[in-house]
């Protein structure tokens, strides 16, 4: 499996400033994703990060509120901008990898950063 | 749209019992599935996978059904322990397309 880290875990911002989350794996992966799960509720995907060109963005989410950048194949960042209480979430980076074993990549997750606004 | 459900929201069950739980989806095209685990502050994790070309796949402790007919997916844990305790979701994916996933069940075991 894929060892994911994210900065920070958890924040505590105020309404209207902005939160940088950082996405380390400690290989090189095919895919990265960026998901948001709000409390008690499902998965829900915000956005791909490509290595090298803007981000695919889901239905319902803008590159103007969500900005991510991907520079390399091990690292990618997704802000949170002109933040609301409707933002408060947990925020899941994902990374694909091929799996030798099969002809699909296996999908691994963060450890998520909790984000509350107030 | 994709969707996927579960039939179940809440599942408990006394330790030591087999624990199975439903998952509904709506798109006939997703040819691979999976089922994670999460448990409290953490990030979802990998439990076990199946695709379309099989109907039964079993892990350690768990085995995942798929039956395409009528486009369910189930996750049953043998013998469930106080560890096991954790929201389950489903997913699928169609070739490269994003996992779409389900609403989430969670397991409560009974010591």
């Known amino acids: 499996s894929a060892v994911i880290s994210q900065k920070p875990s958890r924040d505590i911002c105020q309404r209207g400033t902005s939160l940088t989350i950082q996405c380390q794996v400690d290989s090189q992966v095919t895919m990265m994703f960026w998901y948001r799960q709000q409390p008690g509720q499902s998965l829900t995907l915000i956005a791909t990060a490509n290595q090298g060109s803007e981000a695919t963005y889901e239905s319902g989410f803008v590159i103007d509120k969500f900005p991510i950048s991907r520079p390399n194949l091990t690292f990618s960042t997704l802000t949170v901008s002109n933040m609301s209480p409707e933002d408060s979430s947990i925020y899941l980076c994902s990374v694909e990898r091929f799996s030798l074993a099969g002809s699909y990549n296996e999908q691994f997750f963060g450890p998520g950063t909790r984000l509350t606004v107030l | 749209g994709e969707s996927v459900g579960l039939h179940l929201p809440t599942l408990s069950v006394q330790e030591g019992d087999n624990s199975i739980i439903n998952c509904a989806y709506s798109n006939s095209a997703s040819d691979y599935f999976i089922w994670y685990k999460q448990e409290s502050g953490k990030g979802p994790q990998f439990i076990i996978d199946?695709?379309?070309?099989?109907d039964k796949r079993q892990g350690q402790r768990v085995t995942v059904l798929l039956n395409k007919t009528v486009k369910h997916l189930s996750l049953q844990i043998a013998a469930t322990q106080p560890g096991d305790s954790a929201v389950y979701f489903c997913?699928?994916?169609?070739?490269?397309?994003?996992?779409?996933f389900g609403k989430g069940t969670r397991l409560s075991v009974i010591a």
């Open positions: 997913a699928q994916t169609s070739g490269n397309t994003p996992l779409v």
């Open positions: 199946i695709r379309s070309n099989m």
